[in-house]
């Protein structure tokens, strides 16, 4: 899963504009809270050993598409680590796609996620080395990376604009949650489309049940 890395830049520079957003849209001063956005990290990525399966005991088969969605998790929390209030999110873009295109990984995917916990937890940061490193060992592509991350972060804003804090938000339209929606509207889209962000958050409204 060779990385081109000028290929790299734009969208993780509009990632980066997606979190920095989501973050504020939560917590305005969020930059000033100092968060502890590794550990977050760390902890997901026990979470996600669990779904990927490591108990010698018991039989278990890994959940591939659980395992990658809590890796897009680690995604937001890795971004809202770098993101240090000095270089701006195109220079911050450039060196996140050179670390992703020099993936490192240990002999299977335990062992490049124990890497990635670790670094968490030794350096208090974002090891996109590692973290392309796990997505190369799950067969994951950046652009599956790029079109779950902005999907799930524009899901986050719509929730938040239709009542997540104040519990009047519905999570189960028609039948289905609003994953599960998220995921039809991400199929239907091209995510080339300049407005590929806009065209996810018209077609969850269009979903959503009006008052």
Not at 13 to 41: C, G, P
Not at 46 to 67: A, F, I, N, S, T
Not at 86 to 94: H, S, Y
Not at 130 to 151: H, K, P, T
Request: with cysteine.
């Amino acid at each position: 899963m060779a990385q081109n890395t000028e290929s790299l830049i734009t969208p993780l520079t509009v990632m980066l504009e997606m979190q920095d957003a989501m973050n504020k849209k939560v917590h305005s001063d969020w930059f000033d809270k100092n968060f502890e956005w590794y550990r977050a990290i760390w902890i997901e990525c026990g979470e996600m050993l669990d779904h990927y399966g490591w108990k010698w005991w018991k039989h278990q088969e890994p959940d591939l598409d659980q395992v990658k969605l809590e890796l897009v998790d680690i995604f937001h929390f890795g971004l809202s680590c770098r993101i240090n209030g000095v270089d701006n999110f195109e220079t911050i873009a450039q060196q996140l796609a050179t670390e992703m295109s020099q993936a490192k990984q240990g002999g299977s995917f335990r062992d490049t996620l124990e890497m990635l916990a670790a670094s968490a937890l030794t350096t208090q940061g974002f090891d996109a080395e590692a973290f392309a490193g796990c997505m190369w060992q799950i067969d994951m592509s950046f652009d599956e990376l790029y079109r779950s991350y902005v999907g799930k972060n524009t899901l986050n804003f719509f929730r938040q604009d239709h009542g997540y804090k104040d519990g009047s938000y519905i999570k189960v339209w028609n039948g289905k949650e609003d994953n599960e929606h998220l995921i039809e509207v991400l199929n239907a889209l091209d995510i080339s489309d300049s407005d590929f962000r806009d065209k996810v958050y018209d077609g969850l409204v269009s979903r959503y049940p009006q008052p």
